[in-house]
């Protein structure tokens, strides 16, 4: 299964969920990112270094696309307050602005659109509707760290903090014989 986003130098791609942290997919295993394990992290909005408070303002439906940087690399060259980390957030309202696209530019950061199965999948646990069998498509379904049924991907509103959709090879390195077909790791509040 092909991811949804691709971000260069080892961006996870990220998308705010009802006050938390939701995936499109994920190029990576889920990021430990923690400012109280890394120190603090970074906030850019529309390309504009921003505070944890003014993201938290960012209505999730106004979001086109958040991302968490990890990679060393990448963040030397965002500010230097991203040195633990940052999250790059780009709104369905600015994403096409000259100042965004400046700022992937700069930052060497490039998307392809969310396959329409991953973005279903998305769709259905944000809902809080819930995976169908058809949607997981024989994936490994965990939430919370643990193996789920379908019933349990249904997930209430401001509960959801994170999804992650594992392609089979990205899956099976992490979870073995189980994620063959994929996995969708869902984190709740």
């Given at each position: 299964?092909?991811?949804?986003?691709?971000?260069?130098?080892?961006?996870?791609?990220?998308?705010?969920?009802?006050?938390?942290?939701?995936?499109?997919?994920?190029?990576?295993?889920?990021?430990?990112?923690?400012?109280?394990?890394?120190?603090?992290?970074?906030?850019?909005?529309?390309?504009?270094?921003?505070?944890?408070?003014?993201?938290?303002?960012t209505?999730?439906?106004?979001?086109?696309?958040m991302?968490?940087?990890k990679?060393?690399?990448v963040?030397?060259?965002?500010?230097?307050?991203a040195?633990?980390?940052?999250?790059?957030?780009?709104?369905?309202?600015?994403?096409?602005?000259?100042?965004v696209?400046?700022?992937?530019?700069k930052?060497?950061?490039?998307?392809?659109?969310?396959?329409?199965?991953?973005?279903?999948i998305?769709d259905?646990?944000?809902s809080?509707?819930?995976?169908?069998a058809?949607?997981?498509?024989?994936?490994?379904?965990?939430?919370?760290?643990?193996?789920?049924?379908?019933?349990?991907?249904?997930?209430?509103?401001?509960?959801?903090?994170?999804?992650?959709?594992l392609?089979?090879?990205k899956?099976?390195?992490?979870?073995?014989?189980?994620g063959?077909?994929?996995?969708?790791?869902?984190?709740?509040?």
């Amino acid at each position: 299964m092909k991811t949804t986003k691709t971000i260069t130098a080892g961006i996870v791609t990220l998308l705010l969920v009802a006050g938390g942290l939701g995936s499109q997919s994920a190029q990576a295993q889920a990021p430990k990112l923690s400012a109280a394990k890394q120190g603090p992290l970074a906030y850019y909005v529309d390309g504009v270094l921003t505070s944890n408070e003014a993201l938290n303002d960012t209505k999730p439906e106004e979001i086109e696309v958040m991302n968490v940087v990890k990679d060393k690399a990448v963040l030397a060259t965002l500010d230097p307050a991203a040195a633990n980390g940052a999250i790059i957030v780009t709104t369905k309202k600015n994403k096409d602005s000259e100042a965004v696209k400046a700022f992937n530019k700069k930052h060497n950061i490039t998307y392809t659109p969310p396959s329409p199965e991953v973005k279903k999948i998305n769709d259905a646990v944000m809902s809080g509707t819930g995976l169908s069998a058809g949607e997981l498509g024989g994936r490994l379904l965990l939430v919370n760290d643990k193996e789920a049924t379908l019933e349990q991907s249904k997930i209430a509103h401001g509960q959801l903090s994170s999804i992650y959709v594992l392609d089979a090879a990205k899956a099976t390195k992490r979870y073995g014989e189980k994620g063959k077909n994929g996995a969708v790791v869902i984190t709740t509040k």
